[in-house]
């Protein structure tokens, strides 16, 4: 039977809950130094002057590097810009130009982290100031279109969208906003640099290897054989560690320039602004359906913040070109400069956000019409990509809702707000629908078998904490007949076959592709050995011939001749047995739109006088293709659900409109949901079959589950109490 999609627990747990998985900031190399980032204090000017007399005093003092002092970048990198957009606009010190607060202006090296951090106290900055614009309401006064979003156009059309407005009989013209969010990973941005000669080593907290191992050489002007990253375990990325930040390569400069290995961990105050966050957004919905729910038309129109250094847009939008059979329709795109530090990727970035503004919207349009807010999504379903006029390769939408409903107990919801109630408190039910695309990239693989009959696979990928160790181990061990206990799969080394960014919910679609091939052409390997020595009972076979079962080859015809692979390889006698295998994506996407779909349900109750809300029970029922682990793959949905909650009851950063500092840059005040804030999690995935996507026919699972949730809360909050609340996070003052 196979090993695919059984719950079997993490192949790496036993090193995480012994302390024996270590983590970048927990490698320690002869003779490392400590490094602290500097940071600015001003939002717009330039630095004047750095006075590092008072910070030489402290012991054990190394450097002190500045735009003053910094080595010199090649002509092509000196700017900061690497290959967008995983490598972003970097600040290098290489001007003394400030564009944001807390942008890195110097790094402080020393023999103790505890000196570092004096010396760097120590340090007196001079700036001249200019013009910042840090008010959204003031940014918005001058707006520019992005060159693209995900590679599609930033703006889209089909249908005339104004005749299909006025076509309606019910009409919704509202703005919904989402706040700045950062993340907060338990593991903060961490790199320890070491030279050896003209070779450098760097043990880096990221989402993509591969990815720092080229952007840090092109910016240092080396090759890319001469760097070798190493990322073994990584505590949480969530987005912002799948590009290559400022701190990465200044740690690279400051080990070269000092003379030996450095460490530089980010403080917690500085994950907010150097290494992206999520954008606040505006978006003005319009719907007009007729009056039985048919929609006539929909836009939807986006502005978000980027920086004055590069632009980055949060893709909202998308979501709604595809999800519901509207036959008119507009999206746009547009930016907003501030001189805030750039966004970046955060889970499920644009469908996040997105979907909130478009099912909050049709939760205000059913109620308008007096229809079933399910019922409407299914009056309005897209039997086929209604943007890209393609067949989806897979969709199980409708049994998510049907399903969903059930299990939820949606039946038993009053549709008049403020008509259910348990006691003191207002109960309310809400729904929103959950999506979010489907993509694979090349990957590459190596599989390797010993006489013990043990496998290594390896492939120079990374795990965020999702399961990818447990799961390519699955893969492995059912594509090539072994018990899964024998075999060992091995990432985080940028010397290992290629591999993509962790980002985008690729990883499984991906590198299990290339794994799967990698195992499966061991086994066709071991099957020719076989066949050409006079000495094995499968002498003479094909492949077709023979089967596989348990760590065994064996005829099929006769299934009494067989021989274990182990003892194939023994008598082979050159060693283990290895094949490297590359997997790519086809045509595929030429042919189907390519997406993971579900339906989020959820309770809440709301003290009508304090007007705290708790969540009590969310479900939520899903249609990705082929669950490969039951256990992680629920894990990561429900993880998923209870970012949904943050989003959309807690996550806030707020900055400061003198200065743009972030005031509660911490996790003190930066609120996230915890144990007393999640209750029944309710998680189900369909069986689904998916012919298209990839051979193993799996969805990437990574960020679906936070799509949606923000929306289903707000209309379980209008349900209950009666009153909208369009701008997140819904906080006590917004009910009260």
Same mark, same amino acid.
């Given at each position: 039977?196979? %090993?695919?999609?059984?719950?079997?627990?993490?192949?790496?747990?036993?090193?995480?809950?012994?302390?024996?998985?270590?983590?970048?900031?927990?490698?320690?190399?002869?003779?490392?130094?400590?490094?602290?980032?500097?940071?600015?204090? %001003?939002? =717009?000017?330039?630095?004047?002057?750095?006075?590092?007399? =008072?910070?030489?005093?402290?012991?054990?003092?190394?450097?002190?590097?500045?735009?003053?002092?910094?080595?010199?970048?090649?002509?092509?990198?000196?700017?900061?810009?690497?290959?967008?957009?995983?490598?972003?606009?970097?600040? !290098?010190?290489?001007?003394?130009?400030?564009?944001?607060?807390?942008?890195?202006?110097?790094?402080?090296?020393?023999?103790?982290? *505890?000196?570092?951090? *004096?010396?760097?106290?120590?340090?007196?900055?001079?700036?001249?100031?200019?013009?910042?614009?840090?008010?959204?309401?003031?940014?918005?006064?001058?707006?520019? $279109?992005?060159?693209?979003?995900?590679?599609?156009?930033?703006?889209?059309?089909?249908?005339?969208?104004?005749?299909?407005?006025?076509?309606?009989?019910?009409?919704?013209?509202?703005?919904?906003?989402?706040?700045?969010?950062?993340?907060? $990973?338990?593991?903060?941005?961490?790199?320890?640099?070491?030279?050896?000669?003209?070779?450098?080593?760097?043990?880096?907290?990221?989402?993509?290897?591969?990815?720092?191992?080229?952007?840090?050489?092109?910016?240092?002007?080396?090759?890319?054989?001469?760097?070798?990253?190493?990322?073994?375990?990584?505590?949480?990325?969530?987005?912002?560690?799948?590009?290559?930040?400022?701190?990465?390569?200044?740690?690279?400069?400051?080990?070269?320039?000092?003379?030996?290995?450095?460490? !530089?961990?980010?403080?917690?105050?500085?994950?907010?602004?150097?290494?992206?966050?999520?954008?606040?957004?505006?978006?003005?919905?319009? !719907?007009?359906?007729?009056?039985?729910?048919?929609?006539?038309?929909?836009?939807?129109?986006?502005?978000?913040?980027?920086?004055?250094?590069?632009?980055?847009?949060?893709?909202?939008?998308?979501?709604?070109?595809?999800?519901?059979?509207?036959?008119?329709?507009?999206?746009?795109?547009?930016?907003?400069?501030? @001189?805030?530090?750039?966004?970046?990727?955060?889970?499920?970035?644009?469908?996040?956000?997105?979907?909130?503004?478009?099912?909050?919207?049709?939760?205000?349009?059913?109620?308008?019409?007096?229809?079933?807010?399910?019922?409407?999504?299914?009056? @309005?379903?897209?039997?086929?990509?209604? *943007?890209?006029?393609?067949?989806?390769?897979?969709? =199980?939408?409708?049994?998510?809702?049907?399903?969903?409903?059930?299990?939820?107990?949606?039946?038993?919801? @009053? $549709?008049?707000?403020?008509?259910?109630?348990?006691?003191?408190?207002?109960?309310?039910?809400?729904?929103?629908?959950?999506?979010?695309?489907?993509?694979?990239?090349?990957?590459?693989?190596?599989?390797?078998?010993?006489?013990?009959?043990?496998?290594?696979?390896?492939?120079?990928?990374?795990?965020?904490?999702?399961?990818?160790?447990?799961?390519?181990?699955?893969?492995?061990?059912?594509?090539?007949?072994?018990?899964?206990?024998?075999?060992?799969?091995?990432?985080?080394?940028?010397?290992?076959?290629?591999?993509?960014?962790?980002?985008?919910?690729?990883?499984?679609?991906?590198?299990?592709?290339?794994?799967?091939?990698?195992?499966?052409?061991?086994?066709?390997?071991?099957?020719?050995?076989?066949?050409?020595?006079?000495?094995?009972?499968?002498?003479?076979?094909?492949?077709?011939?023979?089967?596989?079962?348990?760590?065994?080859?064996?005829?099929?015809?006769?299934?009494?001749?067989?021989?274990?692979?182990?003892?194939?390889?023994?008598?082979?006698?050159?060693?283990?047995?290895?094949?490297?295998?590359?997997?790519?994506?086809?045509?595929?996407?030429?042919?189907?739109?390519?997406?993971?779909?579900?339906?989020?349900?959820?309770?809440?109750?709301?003290?009508?006088?304090?007007?705290?809300?708790?969540?009590?029970?969310?479900?939520?029922?899903?249609?990705?293709?082929?669950?490969?682990?039951?256990?992680?793959?629920?894990?990561?949905?429900?993880?998923?659900?209870?970012?949904?909650?943050?989003?959309?009851?807690?996550?806030?950063?707020?900055?400061?409109?003198?200065?743009?500092?972030?005031?509660?840059?911490?996790?003190?005040?930066?609120?996230?949901?915890?144990?007393?804030?999640?209750?029944?999690?309710?998680?189900?995935?369909?069986?689904?079959?998916?012919?298209?996507?990839?051979?193993?026919?799996?969805?990437?699972?990574?960020? %679906?589950?936070?799509?949606?949730?923000?929306?289903?809360?707000?209309?379980?909050?209008?349900?209950?109490?009666?009153?909208?609340?369009?701008?997140?996070?819904?906080?006590?003052?917004?009910?009260?």
């Amino acid at each position: 039977m196979s %090993i695919l999609g059984k719950p079997i627990n993490r192949t790496d747990g036993w090193a995480k809950v012994s302390g024996a998985a270590r983590y970048a900031a927990e490698h320690t190399l002869p003779g490392m130094a400590h490094a602290v980032l500097v940071t600015s204090t %001003i939002p =717009s000017g330039r630095v004047l002057r750095i006075d590092a007399g =008072s910070a030489e005093q402290v012991p054990g003092l190394l450097l002190v590097m500045t735009h003053q002092n910094a080595p010199r970048l090649p002509d092509e990198t000196r700017s900061g810009k690497v290959q967008p957009p995983i490598g972003r606009v970097l600040s !290098l010190l290489q001007d003394d130009q400030v564009h944001y607060n807390n942008q890195p202006i110097g790094v402080v090296v020393a023999d103790t982290l *505890e000196h570092a951090r *004096e010396a760097a106290a120590r340090l007196s900055v001079e700036y001249e100031t200019a013009p910042a614009v840090l008010d959204f309401d003031e940014a918005k006064e001058h707006t520019h $279109p992005p060159d693209k979003v995900l590679g599609e156009p930033a703006d889209s059309a089909r249908g005339n969208l104004q005749a299909g407005l006025l076509a309606g009989s019910a009409r919704l013209d509202a703005l919904y906003t989402t706040p700045y969010e950062t993340h907060n $990973p338990i593991e903060p941005h961490a790199t320890v640099a070491a030279w050896d000669g003209g070779r450098l080593t760097l043990y880096d907290s990221t989402q993509y290897i591969k990815g720092v191992q080229r952007i840090v050489a092109q910016t240092l002007g080396i090759e890319p054989d001469q760097v070798t990253v190493l990322c073994p375990f990584t505590g949480g990325g969530f987005g912002c560690k799948g590009s290559v930040w400022s701190h990465v390569v200044l740690a690279a400069m400051a080990a070269r320039q000092a003379g030996r290995p450095v460490k !530089l961990v980010l403080d917690r105050n500085q994950m907010f602004g150097p290494v992206g966050t999520r954008p606040i957004t505006a978006q003005r919905m319009k !719907l007009a359906a007729m009056s039985d729910g048919r929609l006539t038309a929909s836009s939807h129109d986006v502005l978000a913040y980027t920086s004055t250094i590069e632009d980055w847009i949060e893709p909202s939008a998308l979501v709604t070109r595809m999800l519901y059979a509207s036959p008119c329709q507009a999206t746009t795109h547009r930016l907003a400069r501030m @001189n805030l530090g750039t966004p970046t990727f955060m889970r499920a970035p644009g469908e996040a956000t997105g979907t909130f503004a478009l099912e909050a919207a049709l939760d205000e349009l059913a109620c308008q019409l007096g229809i079933d807010p399910v019922e409407l999504r299914l009056r @309005n379903y897209a039997e086929h990509d209604p *943007e890209k006029n393609l067949p989806f390769s897979s969709k =199980s939408l409708r049994q998510c809702y049907e399903t969903g409903a059930e299990r939820f107990g949606w039946s038993r919801r @009053n $549709p008049q707000p403020r008509s259910m109630r348990d006691g003191d408190k207002l109960v309310g039910y809400g729904m929103a629908t959950a999506t979010y695309p489907t993509r694979r990239s090349p990957a590459g693989a190596s599989a390797a078998i010993d006489e013990e009959g043990h496998v290594r696979a390896r492939s120079a990928t990374q795990d965020l904490g999702t399961g990818t160790y447990t799961v390519m181990t699955q893969v492995a061990a059912d594509a090539l007949g072994v018990p899964v206990a024998l075999v060992r799969f091995e990432l985080g080394d940028s010397r290992m076959p290629e591999a993509p960014v962790s980002g985008g919910s690729t990883t499984v679609a991906s590198v299990s592709s290339a794994v799967h091939a990698a195992a499966t052409a061991l086994r066709m390997k071991l099957i020719w050995i076989a066949s050409a020595d006079a000495r094995s009972p499968l002498h003479g076979a094909i492949p077709d011939q023979v089967g596989v079962e348990d760590g065994w080859l064996y005829l099929k015809s006769e299934p009494a001749k067989r021989e274990r692979m182990s003892s194939i390889v023994k008598r082979h006698g050159k060693g283990p047995v290895e094949v490297t295998a590359d997997a790519a994506p086809g045509h595929e996407k030429e042919h189907y739109s390519m997406h993971a779909f579900g339906a989020v349900f959820v309770e809440v109750r709301v003290d009508e006088v304090l007007g705290e809300i708790r969540v009590p029970r969310v479900t939520g029922v899903y249609g990705v293709g082929r669950l490969l682990n039951q256990k992680t793959g629920y894990s990561q949905l429900m993880g998923g659900i209870v970012w949904g909650m943050g989003m959309a009851l807690f996550e806030q950063t707020v900055y400061d409109k003198r200065n743009g500092r972030a005031v509660n840059g911490n996790l003190a005040e930066y609120h996230v949901p915890v144990n007393a804030d999640v209750a029944q999690i309710d998680v189900l995935v369909v069986d689904e079959d998916e012919p298209h996507a990839n051979p193993l026919g799996a969805k990437g699972i990574g960020e %679906i589950g936070i799509t949606g949730v923000a929306a289903a809360l707000a209309n379980a909050v209008y349900h209950a109490t009666g009153k909208r609340i369009r701008h997140l996070p819904i906080t006590l003052d917004k009910l009260l």
